[in-house]
């Protein structure tokens, strides 16, 4: 390709940037820290360090919340300073932008993404959209453009989305708030409950990574919060129970909102999917045999991608560099 072109992957979690010729250039946290309300202090990696640390002069946040941008001012400050950052020699000066964006949210809310990228220095050429359960299926090598049913269960920060695609297009799709960081809620919650014990969410997320599993296991980890007896700094041991526990019910919440897809599924579809099984990917499908509790529990083979969390961005560069894909986007 001779135009300069930029994926742009607006994750709950982190932001990843890819550029023709090139793969990707940037995956970052998406967290912005503001210093007093008025000066970026710190992006990315350098300003979720600061997260759950940070003194009361320094607000710490995720600018995007549920797919959606909860902050556009702060999105807007946060996307500035990576594309200055990266914007050497003004490389990209002109761009295409092709931005992925979930399917099931409000066509105003998909608007901001678009303004979000119009509003920047980078004058882009065009911007266009790219529905992320599209993205998905391209980042994990699937041809959707046949007249074959896939079904594509993306479990992200914050939200599952759940896709059936056929010829290029969604045929149906439901977003449903349940995702990384609620995983990570539910284990504070659960040991706060449990253990009169407080930790903060990067050790949720630890625990998470290290010992969640959707069947329970013989593992443990030592973990350290505040005591809620006593109010001092202390260390607990938590078990794979413990966390299995915190999370059985939002496994069961995700298989039962890819039934309810299934069941509103056109038949000659339907036999699609049984041929093929279900395609599962996000970050937070990385949880130890998730995928093996969604097929003892719907009975379909469940097909998982190396690297789950780059789909999406990987499919933006398909989109990118394959001009037959490229109608793809819209």
Do not use: W
């Not at 059985?248 to 041929?275: A, G, H, M």
Request: aromatic share 8%.
């Amino acid at each position: 390709m001779s135009f300069k072109a930029l994926g742009i992957d607006f994750g709950t979690s982190s932001i990843k940037i890819y550029k023709n010729g090139e793969g990707i250039i940037l995956n970052e946290k998406s967290v912005i820290a503001i210093y007093r309300k008025s000066h970026v202090f710190a992006v990315g990696d350098e300003a979720f360090e600061m997260y759950e640390k940070a003194p009361e002069n320094l607000e710490v946040s995720y600018p995007i919340k549920n797919g959606v941008i909860a902050d556009i001012g702060n999105m807007q400050a946060l996307i500035d300073y990576f594309f200055a950052e990266l914007n050497g020699k003004k490389r990209f000066k002109g761009a295409e932008c092709f931005v992925a964006v979930p399917t099931d949210i409000t066509e105003v809310e998909k608007r901001a993404y678009f303004d979000l990228i119009a509003n920047t220095t980078l004058k882009t050429k065009k911007i266009h959209i790219v529905e992320k359960p599209i993205a998905d299926a391209l980042g994990m090598n699937l041809d959707i453009r046949k007249s074959i049913g896939t079904l594509v269960v993306d479990i992200g920060a914050n939200t599952a989305e759940i896709s059936v695609l056929s010829l290029g297009g969604i045929v149906l799709s439901r977003l449903i708030p349940v995702g990384g960081n609620r995983f990570d809620e539910a284990i504070i919650a659960k040991i706060r409950k449990d253990k009169n014990f407080v930790i903060g969410e990067r050790s949720a997320e630890q625990l998470k990574k290290n010992i969640a599993s959707a069947y329970e296991t013989d593992e443990s980890m030592e973990i350290c919060g505040r005591n809620l007896v006593t109010g001092l700094p202390s260390e607990i041991t938590v078990t794979s129970k413990d966390i299995h526990e915190a999370l059985s019910e939002l496994f069961q919440n995700i298989v039962d909102s890819i039934k309810i897809i299934l069941e509103r599924t056109p038949p000659e579809i339907s036999s699609d999917i049984y041929k093929s099984g279900l395609y599962l990917t996000g970050g937070s499908s990385r949880i130890k045999d998730l995928g093996q509790f969604i097929f003892d529990e719907l009975g379909l083979k469940v097909n998982v991608f190396e690297e789950p969390e780059n789909t999406v961005i990987l499919g933006l560069g398909a989109v990118i560099e394959n001009p037959e894909l490229a109608k793809l986007a819209l």
